[in-house]
């Protein structure tokens, strides 16, 4: 689901970035209030942690393998969709400007799809189911699924707007297919809840999902 | 990707005039080129930029002294995603073109148009002159430099302190992923092994993500309070000692960024 350079003309790329930095900037500001200032290299050791994260293999039932996005869960744990926006656009600059992975141009593209949509869809989704079924489980499970299903349908509407893929395909191949492996993901994101709250339940922002 | 980490370092470790430059120079020199690439509008004319720019990349790599496999096999780890697209273009019509000629058509009224593949050509064209100059950065710069760099050309404290901080941990946490795997391959746990029920492999998977986030978590607790015991406090930064630029460094960056600006706008307005 990383955009590469070339995939979205620079005028839209620059939308993006605009829009992903008011993002960030509200991160930062998350960041100082939330946790104090002096809290943010917590954060930043997370952030590592969720890099090794994402290189785990992830079976797919089909045989192949994929990866966590885990911006849901950092979002979950740490109590504030911000904290997804925050951990993801560190782990997407390192992804970019080391390993290629992801354009330069268009990361503000997948700082908005991973992180934004990551963030907020996984935490206000795992606080509406919270709130409705009250199981924080399957909140955190179908908080993961529909941060990287909307995260993938976003991403096939802007390469749909930049005219370099057909919105149909998009949908049907991108939008199909994470909401097959997203199953996973928020399988995996209830999976680790679980130990969070087993091993240290000290670590949840809000330990029953629910705000007052 | 997480495997690549300590020979991309390695790389970088190396010595050439290319590693030698400072970072800042080689960060805009990248930015450069890359926002060129992308810049120029989908046309033909960017596959001959392309060539000019995989030119400059391919005498610049080579003055780098590192091995063309390091480049092939890094290509090769970026590629799918994007060659997915790519390939996909040929299938079907896009609006940069008004009239569309099949060249072949196959089962199912699947046709490929000229213009298609012609579109793919571009893409595929910005798409390799991009990543060739990323893995050229990555290859040649420390992960380090590159934060310092950045710093030094004004990306905020409070980002680069995080990513200074992010990028000593992720050498920690992926030896801590090795460690992980080697113990779950002795027990003989395979997350791809189809002979074992999918839904204990998905748990054991989704305790291993746990573990290391209580892990990273627990390093982060770690590593704040020995910061606070060092003096850390709400105006700290990384500290980034004056480094002006060399002349020779100075009239490189120049004369590169003169080159990739004149090429960009003689080929964007060739008849």
Not at chain 2, 163 to 172: A, E, K, N, Q, T
Not at chain 2, 179 to 192: G, M, V, Y
Not at chain 2, 227 to 249: I, T
Request: aromatic content about 14%; proline content about 5%.
């Amino acid at each position: 689901m990383h955009i590469p350079d070339a995939f979205i003309p620079f005028p839209q790329a620059i939308v993006y970035w605009v829009i992903a930095l008011i993002f960030i900037a509200l991160a930062l500001r998350w960041a100082r209030r939330s946790m104090g200032e002096e809290r943010v290299p917590l954060v930043a050791v997370l952030a590592a942690g969720i890099f090794a994260i994402q290189a785990l293999n992830i079976p797919i039932p089909w045989g192949t393998s994929g990866h966590m996005v885990g911006a849901a869960l950092a979002a979950i744990v740490l109590g504030s969709p911000y904290a997804g926006v925050f951990v993801l656009t560190l782990v997407l600059l390192v992804q970019g400007f080391i390993f290629g992975d992801g354009g330069i141009t268009v990361m503000g593209a997948n700082i908005i799809n991973m992180g934004v949509v990551g963030g907020f869809v996984g935490f206000y989704g795992y606080q509406a189911v919270s709130r409705l079924i009250g199981n924080m489980y399957v909140a955190a499970f179908v908080a993961g699924w529909a941060s990287l299903f909307i995260s993938a349908v976003l991403c096939a509407v802007e390469l749909a707007i930049a005219g370099t893929f057909p919105l149909d395909l998009g949908l049907l191949f991108m939008g199909g297919y994470h909401a097959i492996i997203g199953v996973i993901e928020g399988g995996i994101t209830a999976i680790a809840l679980y130990l969070i709250t087993s091993a240290r339940p000290d670590i949840l922002e809000r330990p029953q999902g629910v705000t007052g | 990707m997480i495997d690549d980490l300590f020979s991309i370092e390695k790389y970088a470790y190396r010595t050439s005039p290319i590693h030698r430059l400072d970072a800042r120079v080689k960060l805009l020199l990248t930015l450069a080129v890359i926002i060129a690439a992308v810049a120029v509008p989908y046309s033909p004319k960017v596959i001959d930029l392309a060539v000019v720019f995989f030119l400059f990349f391919a005498a610049l790599w080579a003055v780098s002294q590192l091995p063309v496999q390091v480049y092939a096999q890094r290509l090769v780890l970026i590629l799918p995603f994007g060659i997915f697209l790519i390939i996909f273009q040929i299938f079907v019509k896009n609006r940069y073109y008004d009239i569309f000629h099949p060249i072949v058509s196959l089962p199912f009224g699947i046709e490929i148009y000229a213009e298609s593949v012609e579109f793919a050509s571009i893409l595929f064209a910005k798409f390799i002159v991009c990543i060739s100059f990323i893995i050229l950065l990555s290859s040649t710069t420390r992960m380090q430099d590159l934060v310092e760099a950045s710093g030094r050309l004004g990306l905020p404290k409070e980002f680069t302190l995080p990513l200074g901080m992010m990028i000593r941990y992720l050498f920690v946490f992926a030896e801590m992923f090795l460690k992980i795997r080697s113990a779950l391959e002795t027990r003989c746990f395979d997350p791809l092994d189809r002979r074992l029920p999918y839904r204990y492999r998905l748990l054991q998977i989704g305790y291993t993500i746990g573990m290391i986030f209580v892990r990273s978590y627990e390093q982060g607790e770690r590593t704040y309070t020995s910061m606070l015991c060092r003096g850390y406090g709400n105006d700290s930064g990384m500290h980034l000692r004056r480094r002006p630029l060399h002349l020779r460094e100075a009239a490189f960056l120049a004369c590169s960024i003169l080159f990739i600006v004149t090429v960009t706008i003689v080929i964007y307005l060739a008849p």
